[in-house]
Structures are given as structure tokens and as C-alpha cells.
């Protein structure tokens, strides 16, 4: 293989396994950096995209977006980076900067965001990938790269909106769900100083939870703790993807409350609660450019860390294999043995 080729994994049609794949650079931008992948985790959103859940893939489909590496070239009006630093990029790896939201400072809502994602037209799960500047995060240097590699996803999934509802002291919140994004809310809710719940259909998640930072667990199918938390929460944050009761965990939200969702799950409620009891539902997308910088600096100073299992690219297959089984605890994170660090 040619040294000017990126060897990636990818899908050759929806659903199917990953296999090795080569492919020429994209041309480098004026914005943009080349960054030579070291690390790269393993999300839901990408098993989604391989299977075409979005209906917005095309293949062969290279997944990642979870990523860490060493900036190998920078465009020529990129600003702030230069060769050798290591960052992290997340799903977004651009936008037109040019929408109503774009000017907002909410990048995340660009009206062009199904081209705005990291792995278009490559993503992580390769030897380099290429995104616009403004979308590559230095990195604290203490901060392990695996550890990084999940924040800039998962992290800041969760950070956002317990950072926009976290205005008014002493909150109640339910967190609905202990899994990759699940224990990260866990971690961040209590150093934002929420009263936390942990609500998992998992019981043998207690004690884990409980070390993650609630204060409380509840088993999700157990309608006698449930009703001994009606009316309890000024905020539901739903982090799980599987079959979920809405009815009952929507009478645990006070009047006015609010549930978030972070995931895909599907939602089939009477609305009779919602209106009574003046609720409202909200989804969740990422967070903007200054979210993730502000994220990044607030889990190094409070010691916030995913739990990760690190498995060799080569092996991605069985990370995507575990992580449909539900087996992983709590995010595989993927090494590029191969990579050049910059150094």
C-alpha cells in the first residue's frame, strides 16, 4: 500500500461487517487539519449509521467519531493548531458557518448538518481523518487519549443539557439509564451538584452507580420505588436506547418537569400526564464550539472519567459486536497501533 493512501474499516453495504479499506486523502481545505488517528471509540451512532438507521449513509461507510490524534497539516487559514498538537473531534467536524444557527454560535443545529459529520466523507475508525479546524479541540495534556476520545462524544452529550437545566439549586434529577452515556451523566450531574438517581433496568448496576455519583438507584420495572418518587424530579435525562415505561417515569417529574432525550429510543405515551401536569419533552443534539471547550476543562478539574475498555482497530469488528450485546463497560475505545503521533 502506498505510504500517501489511508488504510480505513469500512462496510461495504448496509449491515455488513467491517472490512480494510484504502482510499486517497481528501484534499487538505484552507480550514481544515489532517489528523493522524490514534484513537477512536465506539459508538451506537456509528452501529446506526452502518445499518442506515438515519437513512443519510452512503457507502462503503467508514465510522468514528470518536476521535483522538496528532494534527499532521493544516490548511493554510486554519488558526490556533499547528503540526504535532493532539485534539479531539467528535461527531461535528464542521458546518457552513453561514446558517441562522451557524451565527447563533450553535453550530450543532447547522441546517447543513447531515454533510457536517466527522466521517464525511471518512471517519475515525482509519489511520487519518479530515475536518475543519474549528471542529479539532486541543487537548489538556494530563488527559488520557482515550479518555478524551469518549468525552468529545458522550461527554459532551451529556454535559449540555445538564449544564443548560443545572440554572436553579438543589434539582432532582433522574438519569434513565447506566451505560456509556448513562455513567458520564452520573459523573457530571453530581459535580453540578444535582440530587441523582440512577434508573436502570439493570440491578446489578447498583453499586457501579452509586460509585459513578448517584445518590440513589432505582430498578426501572420496580413500580414500588417508582411510586415512592412521584412527583420527585425536576428533571428526567434519558440516556437508554432499550424499552422503556414512559408512563411510569413520566409521573416521576414534578409539575412542570422536564424530560430529555439524548438517544434514539422510541417514545409511545398518553398524553394526558403531559398536559395535566404541564410537561414538556426535549431532545438533545451535542453542544456547540464553546460547550465542548468548557466540558473538556470541567472533567479535568472534577476528575471526570469513562470507564474504557481498549481494543486493538484491528479487532473492531468485536468491538462492534460487544457493544451491540451490551457487553461493553462502559465504552470500547479503539487503539491505532499505526498511527503517526507527530512526535
Given at each position: 500500500m502506498s505510504s500517501s493512501r489511508v488504510l480505513g474499516y469500512a462496510a461495504r453495504a448496509v449491515g455488513q461487517p467491517l472490512e480494510p479499506f484504502t482510499y486517497e486523502p481528501p484534499k487538505l481545505g484552507e480550514h481544515d487539519v489532517r489528523v493522524s488517528v490514534t484513537h477512536c471509540g465506539v459508538c451506537h451512532t456509528d452501529i446506526h449509521a452502518i445499518n442506515d438507521y438515519y437513512g443519510i449513509t452512503t457507502f462503503p461507510f467508514v465510522p468514528g467519531h470518536e476521535i483522538v490524534g496528532y494534527v499532521?497539516?493544516?490548511?493554510?487559514?486554519?488558526s490556533g493548531l499547528k503540526e504535532g498538537d493532539r485534539v479531539g473531534i467528535g461527531w461535528q467536524g464542521r458546518s457552513c458557518m453561514q446558517c441562522e444557527w451557524c451565527l447563533q454560535?450553535?453550530?450543532q443545529l447547522c441546517l447543513d448538518i447531515v454533510s457536517s459529520g466527522t466521517w464525511v466523507p471518512y471517519g475515525g475508525f482509519s489511520s487519518s481523518v479530515l475536518v475543519d479546524s474549528r471542529f479539532a479541540y486541543p487537548l489538556p495534556d494530563t488527559m488520557p487519549s482515550e479518555v478524551a476520545a469518549v468525552l468529545v462524544c458522550a461527554g459532551i452529550t451529556v454535559y449540555s443539557p445538564l449544564r443548560s437545566y443545572a440554572a436553579q439549586p438543589a434539582q432532582k434529577i433522574g438519569i434513565i439509564g447506566v451505560g456509556g452515556l448513562g455513567h458520564l451523566a452520573l459523573q457530571f450531574a453530581r459535580a453540578l451538584d444535582y440530587e441523582v438517581t440512577a434508573i436502570s433496568s439493570s440491578p446489578e448496576k447498583k453499586e457501579q452507580a452509586l460509585a459513578f455519583g448517584a445518590d440513589h438507584?432505582?430498578?426501572?420495572?420496580d413500580q414500588t420505588s417508582l411510586r415512592q418518587v412521584v412527583f420527585g424530579f425536576d428533571l428526567l435525562l434519558c440516556t437508554a436506547h432499550g424499552k422503556i415505561n414512559w408512563e411510569a417515569l413520566l409521573n416521576t417529574l414534578k409539575k412542570n418537569g422536564r424530560l430529555v432525550l439524548l438517544g434514539f429510543p422510541d417514545v409511545a405515551l398518553n398524553s394526558t400526564d403531559l398536559v395535566t401536569h404541564q410537561l414538556s419533552i426535549t431532545g438533545s443534539?451535542?453542544?456547540n464550539r464553546a460547550t465542548m471547550r468548557e466540558m473538556l476543562s470541567f472533567a479535568q478539574a472534577h476528575g471526570i472519567v469513562p470507564k474504557v475498555e481498549l481494543m486493538p482497530m484491528t479487532e473492531v469488528n468485536e468491538a462492534i459486536r460487544k457493544v451491540k450485546a451490551n457487553k461493553a463497560r462502559y465504552r470500547i475505545v479503539l487503539v491505532n497501533d499505526t498511527a503517526d503521533t507527530g512526535a
Open positions: 499532521s497539516a493544516v490548511g493554510r487559514a486554519a454560535g450553535e453550530e438507584f432505582i430498578v426501572s420495572d443534539f451535542l453542544g
